[in-house]
């Protein structure tokens, strides 16, 4: 949402927008020009003057902003159509799958970028080559996207690229089975046009399956490609994932005609994204990360570049469950998520606005999770709160220690609160 806010200022709009709380993304916009209103949402906070209300698909049909907006006869569209309404505009190229968008977004759009192509791209997380947002005003023909599967979002879009990372058990909440995941991809790929690309990772199983079908329109990558060694001699940024993530951009600009010294340099310039194995500062001499990371395969891909970094430290892996309906839904992967892990906090589950279910919230919790890896001989605690959990680094971390933050919820402000002063 607030990359699309930033695309409607660049183009010349006044866009308001409201709220619950105060975040980093809220300042960010209100800097950029946007209005910005915090608190209970109400229908005071549309303008006199609107022309369109743009909501989110987690927007309940309740929320007293968008009853507004009907009532008053506003044109109102979910983010997903109105994004599908500018890949029409665009040569759009649509980066998707399970894990691995947004780095493999930023990626592409750095050869893109360096290729002279000039892009405009939406990417899912802020990034310090564009300044620290996650929106690049470009002049050139092509809109990179970064295509989210939840709620079958990228099937409004039309993209004459498709980069498809892999498939996986995510977003079960909208699918109900990874089956029905990859029939929504398959939908998702018929929508490339004969003269476009669908650029497939092959060491994906799923994916494999699902992009077979579409013949000479793919192009593969793989790990065992001869280039994923140059790949990984320039990445800044750890771990195999990242290697493949890398190597799906290096295949983008070969297909665009993009010098191959061009799209090195691109992906050599990548620092990493905002809360991507992103680092925060020193505490006690542990070195703090703070990543994203909320799935079962992102976290044990996230640990594994840990491991791989930092192969004799003790790595700490404090973690904040994201949705009680994908911790029920995917309850075998987490137990199994933290081996690399010598030592495992265990934060409350972050309850997910408009998305959970009483049967989630009942027959799952952080404190049974504990219990579980406990009789996996995981040395695993549970933390009750923030207050707790920085006071548990303060006095457990030690000197040459990797404390891993993770968690798609609100646990980005511990990980700040916890390096407020570096020792």
């Known amino acids: 949402m607030s990359a699309l806010a930033r695309f409607y200022i660049a183009k010349g ?18 800097r950029d020009g946007v209005k910005i209103r915090i608190g209970p949402q109400c229908a005071a906070h549309l303008p006199k003057e609107v022309h369109t209300v743009v909501y989110t698909a987690a927007t309940p049909s309740t929320n007293p902003e968008l009853k507004a907006a009907f009532k008053r006869g506003i044109d109102a569209k979910p983010y997903a159509q109105v994004i599908g309404d500018l890949t029409r505009q665009y040569r759009t190229i649509t980066i998707s799958g399970s894990h691995g968008k947004s ?4 990626l592409s759009a ?24 996650n929106f690049r005003n470009g002049r050139g023909t092509y809109l990179v996207l970064e295509a989210d599967e939840w709620n079958k979002s990228f099937l409004h879009y039309q993209p004459e690229i498709a980069i498809v990372t892999n498939i996986d058990a995510e977003h079960l909440d909208t699918y109900g089975t990874v089956e029905q995941v990859e029939q929504a991809f398959e ?7 004969r003269h476009g690309k669908i650029i497939a990772n092959r060491d994906n199983e799923r994916l494999c399956n699902v ?34 993530n890398a190597l799906a951009a290096l295949n983008l600009g ?10 090195l340099q691109a992906l050599g310039r990548f620092t990493g994204a905002w809360r ?11 070195f703090v990360f703070n990543d994203y990371g909320h799935h079962p395969s992102e976290i044990m891909a996230t640990l594994t570049a840990a491991r791989q970094r930092f192969p004799f430290r003790r ?74 959990a920085k006071q548990w680094i303060h006095n457990n971390s030690k000197d040459g220690d990797v404390v891993m933050i993770m968690g798609a919820g609100d646990i980005y402000d511990l990980a700040k609160e916890v390096v407020s002063v570096l020792t």
């Open 110 to 133: 750095l050869v893109l970028e360096n290729g002279y192509h000039d892009p405009t791209v939406i990417v899912g997380t802020k990034l310090n080559e564009f300044g620290g947002s």
């Open 276 to 286: 991507r194995f992103e680092f925060m500062g020193i505490r006690n001499g542990a």
């Open 254 to 263: 070969r297909v665009l005609g993009i010098a191959e010294t061009h799209i």
């Open 211 to 244: 992009a077979k079908k579409f013949g000479m329109k793919v192009k593969w990558y793989s790990l065992k490609d001869s280039e994923a060694g140059i790949v990984r001699s320039v990445l800044r940024i750890p771990g195999d994932h990242n290697v493949s």
């Open 315 to 388: 790595i700490v892996c404090v973690y904040q469950p994201h949705q009680y309906q994908r911790l029920a839904h995917l309850w075998d992967g987490f137990i199994n998520a933290f081996d690399l892990a010598d030592h495992i906090l265990m934060l409350p589950v972050y309850d997910v606005a408009g998305r959970e279910t009483d049967s989630a919230r009942k027959s799952v919790n952080s404190e049974k999770l504990v219990q579980k890896l406990a009789t996996r001989g995981k040395h695993a605690e549970h933390s009750v709160s923030f207050d707790h």
């Open 187 to 193: 939908e998702y790929l018929e929508k490339v046009p």
């Open 13 to 30: 709009h006044q866009v308001t927008g409201s709220d619950l709380h105060a975040s980093e993304i809220t300042d960010g916009l209100a």
């Open 103 to 106: 780095t493999t977004t930023a």
